[in-house]
C-alpha cells in the first residue's frame, strides 16, 4: 500500500479436522503490523487498509503448515514432495501469492528492486514463512455407510484469477481466465484412523503426518468437478433496475482467449464436458448462442444433435468433434434446458443431464491411490486416475450449477462404494439416512460458501438440497437473499471489488502520497443530493401523515404540504431509478470499461434534463470528465 509495508499475521485459526494425519486450519483473525509509523496520514491508504481487512474477515481461507490443500490428491501424486509447499502449490489457488511476493523474492534472491542485501543469493530458510492459503470451502466429516467407517471431506479451491464479484466480474479475460472459476473436489478416506473413528481428530493434537493403521491399506479416492463463468467476453451492466442489461461482444473476439482458457483445462483435467445451463429464451439466450458458437470454432468438424420433449424443444443440445486433429476436439458441449425441465419442483428431472452424461462419467472415472509402505513423504500409489471433468455453469455458476454437481457428486460417490465393496450392486449410499442427512448438509453449505464469496448472499434453494423439499421457510429465504442480492450488488459490490483488486495486486496502490482522494465522491453535488431529497421527502410525507389535527385547524396548508412533498419524493425516484448508473457503488480503482462508458452517457443525458440540465453543467463547468477521474484510474478490466 502506498509508502507502508504491511506483514500480516494470522492470529487465531480453527482446525478443522485432518487429511491423512495433516491439520487443516481456517483464518479466523488477522493482525496488520506496519513496518513503519506513516509520516503522513493519507486517507486513501486508510481506505486499502480496510478493504484488505474486510476482505480477510469475510473470505472462507485455509491453510495447512503440512498438507497442499491447494492441489487435488491425484496432481499431489505427481508432485515431488520433498519441495516447499509454496513451490508445490497451484498458483490459480495460492491467493495469499501477491502478499508473499516480497518474501518469495527474497527467497529466491530476486529482490533487486526491492533492494535486498542478499540480493542473488538464494534463502532456502524464508520457506517455513511462506504459508500458502486458499479461498473457499472445506468440510472433513467423520462418518459411516453400512457400518464402514470413513472420513468424507469436500473441498472448493477458488480461483485467484480474475476474482471478483457478481456483476463486476463475468466472462473471460485475456489471459484465458474466467470468473468465478471454482474447482471441487470430493473426498473418501478409509481405514485412516487415529485412536477411534475416521481420519482426523479435529483438535486434538497438533502433530502432521502420515497415520499408521491397523495393518489395512489407508486408500484414497475423490472425484474432480469444476465450475466457471462462460468464456466469452459478456457483461452485465448494472442500472439499478432489477435485471441488468446484458452485452456480449463478437464471440470471434473472444477466441484466443477461450483457446488459452481450455488448452490449461484439457491439460489439467483431460476430457472436457462442458455442461451449459442457461436459459434457451429470453435474455440468456444470447449468452447460450455465444457460447455454442465458440464451441463450433474451437472443435474440428462439430457435428450436433437436439432431443425435445413435452416441456420444451430443446431439451438437451450437443456439440460433439466430428474428428480428433486438435487438443480442442477434447471439448463435449452438453446443453441442458435446467429450468424447464426442472420447472413445478420435478427434480429428478435433472437425472436426463445425468444419463445424458454417464458414458463419459464412466470412461473419465475417478482418482483412487493407497499410501505406499514405508514411504516416510507419504507418497501415493496410484492405481486409478481421472482423465475427464465435468465443467458447468450457469449465469452465475451458482444456484443451478450446485444442483447439478451435488447430483454428479452423489452418483459417482455410489460408484466408488460400490467399487471398494461397501456397496453391493444395485445399493445407493442414499439407502443410508444419516449419512444422507450428510451428504446433502455439507453440498448446501458449499453452495452457500461459492454463492456468498460471489452474490454477497448464500445460496437459492438450499432447502431442497438440505432437506429434499421445498418448504414455505425456504421460500421466504430465497426472496430474502433474492433482496439482498440486488442492495449488495448494485450498492455494496464495487468496495468488495477494490478489496479483491488490491489483496490480489490486480491494482497496485502508487507510492505517491499526496491526497489523491480516489475513493471520493466526485459525482456533481447535484447528483449526490437527490436520494437526500428522497429520503426527506418520505420522511416529510411520514411525519404530516401521522400529525394529529387540531380540532378548528384549517386541514388545506397541510395536504399542500404533504402532496408537494410527495410530488418531489415521485420525481426524485423516477430520477435515481431512470439514471440508475450514476448511483450504482462502481469499483473505484479498476473501473469496468463498460460502466465508464455507461456513466458518461447517462451524465449526458442529464444534461439534457430541462430542470437539473443547466445546474450539472454549470457545476461541471464545461468539462465532461471532469467528474471521472475515479473511474479513469488504475488498470480497466477487460470485459
Not at 464402514?148 to 466480474?169: M, N
Request: one cysteine or more; hydrophobic letters at 35%; charged letters at 20%.
Amino acid at each position: 500500500m502506498l509508502a507502508d509495508k504491511y506483514i500480516i499475521v494470522i492470529t487465531k485459526a480453527q482446525p478443522m479436522g485432518r487429511l491423512k494425519g495433516h491439520m487443516i486450519y481456517k483464518v479466523i483473525a488477522t493482525e496488520f503490523l506496519p513496518l513503519r509509523e506513516r509520516p503522513l496520514h493519507d486517507p486513501d491508504e486508510d481506505t486499502y487498509y480496510n478493504l484488505v481487512k474486510t476482505l480477510l474477515r469475510t473470505g472462507p481461507m485455509y491453510f495447512s503448515y503440512s498438507f497442499d490443500i491447494t492441489n487435488t490428491f491425484q496432481r499431489q501424486a505427481k508432485a515431488d514432495l520433498s519441495a516447499p509447499l509454496w513451490k508445490r502449490a497451484d498458483d490459480r489457488f495460492f491467493w495469499n501469492r501477491f502478499i508473499q511476493s516480497d518474501l518469495i523474492d527474497f527467497r529466491t534472491g530476486a529482490g533487486a528492486k526491492s533492494g535486498y542485501r542478499q540480493q542473488g543469493r538464494e534463502q532456502p530458510g524464508v520457506d517455513a514463512f511462506i504459508l500458502p492459503v486458499m479461498f473457499g470451502m472445506m468440510e472433513i466429516s467423520n462418518t459411516r455407510v453400512k457400518s464402514t467407517p470413513f472420513t468424507f471431506t469436500l473441498i472448493t479451491r477458488r480461483s485467484r484469477h480474475r476474482a471478483g464479484t457478481r456483476y463486476f466480474s463475468r466472462g473471460i479475460d485475456d489471459e484465458g481466465h474466467v470468473s468465478n472459476f471454482n474447482e471441487t473436489e470430493q473426498i473418501i478416506i478409509l481405514n485412516d484412523q487415529n485412536e477411534g473413528l475416521g481420519g482426523f481428530a479435529g483438535g486434538g493434537g497438533m502433530q502432521n503426518g502420515r497415520i499408521t493403521n491397523d495393518g489395512q491399506e489407508l486408500q484414497i479416492m475423490s472425484y474432480v468437478q469444476t465450475r466457471g463463468s462462460v468464456p466469452v467476453y459478456w457483461a452485465e451492466i448494472n442500472t439499478l433496475h432489477y435485471v441488468p442489461n446484458l452485452q456480449v461482444r463478437a464471440v470471434e473476439t473472444a477466441v484466443d482467449a477461450a483457446r488459452k482458457h481450455f488448452e490449461e483445462q484439457i491439460r489439467l483435467y483431460g476430457e472436457n464436458y462442458l455442461v451449459n445451463l442457461v436459459n434457451q429464451k429470453g435474455r440468456e439466450v444470447r449468452v447460450k448462442e455465444a457460447y455454442e458458437q465458440m464451441v463450433r470454432l474451437l472443435v474440428s468438424s462439430p457435428s450436433e444433435s437436439k432431443q425435445a420433449d413435452s416441456y420444451t424443444s430443446e431439451k438437451l443440445h450437443m456439440v460433439q468433434p466430428g474428428q480428433t486433429r486438435s487438443q480442442f476436439d477434447r471439448l463435449h458441449y452438453v446443453y441442458f434446458d435446467f429450468h424447464n425441465e426442472t420447472k413445478g419442483l420435478r427434480w429428478n428431472r435433472a437425472l436426463l443431464l445425468l444419463d445424458q452424461l454417464k458414458d463419459g462419467l464412466i470412461q473419465g472415472g475417478y482418482f483412487r491411490a493407497v499410501d505406499m509402505p514405508g514411504d516416510t513423504q507419504g507418497q501415493l500409489e496410484v492405481r486409478y486416475q481421472q482423465t475427464a471433468v465435468v465443467r458447468t455453469n450457469c449465469m452465475d455458476c451458482l444456484d443451478r450449477t450446485n444442483v447439478v454437481q451435488s447430483m454428479l457428486a452423489r452418483w459417482t460417490l455410489t460408484r466408488q462404494l460400490t467399487d471398494v465393496g461397501i456397496l453391493r450392486p444395485g445399493e445407493s449410499q442414499e439407502d443410508d439416512p444419516a449419512f444422507q442427512n450428510l451428504f446433502r448438509n455439507v453440498w448446501a453449505d458449499n453452495a452457500d460458501v461459492v454463492s456468498k464469496s460471489y452474490s454477497g448472499t448464500g445460496a437459492l434453494k438450499t432447502d431442497f438440497t438440505r432437506t429434499g423439499e421445498r418448504t414455505r421457510a425456504g421460500a421466504f429465504q430465497d426472496l430474502t437473499n433474492s433482496v439482498t442480492r440486488y442492495l449488495r450488488n448494485n450498492f455494496a459490490d464495487g468496495p468488495r471489488q477494490d478489496g479483491f483488486d488490491v489483496f490480489l495486486g490486480v491494482y497496485v496502490p502508487s507510492t505517491y502520497i499526496g491526497g489523491s482522494l480516489l475513493f471520493a465522491d466526485r459525482r456533481p453535488v447535484i447528483i449526490q443530493a437527490v436520494p437526500y431529497l428522497l429520503a426527506a421527502s418520505f420522511f416529510l410525507v411520514l411525519i404530516a401523515t401521522l400529525t394529529r389535527q387540531l380540532p378548528n385547524s384549517t386541514i388545506w396548508p397541510l395536504r399542500i404540504f404533504t402532496i408537494l412533498w410527495c410530488a418531489i419524493g415521485v420525481w426524485s425516484w423516477h430520477f435515481i431509478y431512470s439514471h440508475g448508473m450514476l448511483y450504482v457503488n462502481w469499483p473505484k480503482l479498476n473501473t469496468p470499461r463498460w460502466a465508464v462508458e455507461g456513466y458518461q452517457d447517462t451524465l449526458g443525458t442529464v444534461r439534457k434534463d430541462p430542470l437539473l440540465g443547466q445546474l450539472v453543467t454549470r457545476h461541471e463547468r464545461g468539462a465532461s470528465t471532469a467528474r471521472l477521474s475515479h473511474l479513469e484510474e488504475g488498470k480497466k478490466r477487460i470485459q
